[in-house]
Antibody, heavy 124, light 105 residues
Framework: EVQLVESGGGLVKPGGSLRLSCAASGFKFSDYRMNWVRQAPGKGLEWVSSISSSSISIDYADSVKGRFTISRDNAKNSLHLQMNSLRAEDTAVYYC?????????????????WGQGTLVIVSS | IQMTQSPSSLSASVGDRVTITCRASQSISSYLNWYQQKPGKAPKLLISGASSLQSGVPSRFSGSGSGTDFTLTISSLQPEDFATYYCQQSYSTLTFGPGTKVDIK
């Protein structure tokens, strides 16, 4: 059974840092591109960052570029998000999600498994 | 690519036919997925590629469209379908629609 379990959320002051982790099990982690998606309280879903299976390809939303760093450790089946210079608007539940392909094309992608999320609150 | 959804919320009764519309700011072919999210839970994938139902998803759910305009239809709303629904494009950097909340009339 595929499982994704996030951890590391909490209360942090503006300008502070936090490191989120996602522990993966039930699938060959090193074969999949992984993502972070966040959801501010009462708001919609926002894609945050993505990392390829080998960490060669990394992307960020403009809203977090230069402040957040995604990484992974395939030996430990873990995904991380280092969040620096945090702002109030970064307050959200952060989900890790696995990206898979439903077809042969490179654009035929889905976020097929999600963790339960970890809450980050940025407040003084 | 910006995604919009309409309506932002709707009230419906069990047994009703419900249609949610999603529009992309440019053509995304059929690279459109639909997710269902219940309060306090992670999103669940319902439909991929605009119209392909995921395994285990009831057949009352269906999706259609291509280019810029897409629809999610629930043919006969069930109690467990009251949730928020999001569209998401995979044509470029992933973006989600703002969501449509379906609640009980």
């Amino acid at each position: 059974e595929v499982q994704l379990v996030e951890s590391g959320g909490g209360l942090v002051k503006p300008g502070g840092s936090l490191r989120l982790s996602c522990a993966a099990s039930g699938f060959k982690f090193s074969d999949y591109r992984m993502n972070w998606v966040r959801q501010a309280p009462g708001k919609g879903l926002e894609w945050v960052s993505s990392i390829s299976s080998s960490s060669i390809s990394i992307d960020y939303a403009d809203s977090v570029k230069g402040r957040f760093t995604i990484s992974r450790d395939n030996a430990k089946n873990s995904l991380h998000l280092q969040m620096n210079s945090l702002r109030a608007e970064d307050t959200a539940v952060y989900y890790c999600a696995r990206l898979d392909y439903y077809g042969s094309g490179s654009l035929e992608t889905i976020l097929d498994y999600w963790g339960q999320g970890t809450l980050v609150i940025v407040s003084s | 690519i910006q995604m919009t959804q309409s309506p932002s919320s709707l009230s419906a009764s069990v047994g009703d036919r419900v249609t949610i519309t999603c529009r992309a700011s440019q053509s995304i072919s059929s690279y459109l997925n639909w997710y269902q999210q219940k309060p306090g839970k992670a999103p669940k994938l319902l439909i991929s590629g605009a119209s392909s139902l995921q395994s285990g998803v009831p057949s009352r759910f269906s999706g259609s469209g291509s280019g810029t305009d897409f629809t999610l239809t629930i043919s006969s709303l069930q109690p467990e379908d009251f949730a928020t629904y999001y569209c998401q494009q995979s044509y470029s950097t992933l973006t989600f629609g703002p969501g449509t909340k379906v609640d009980i009339k």
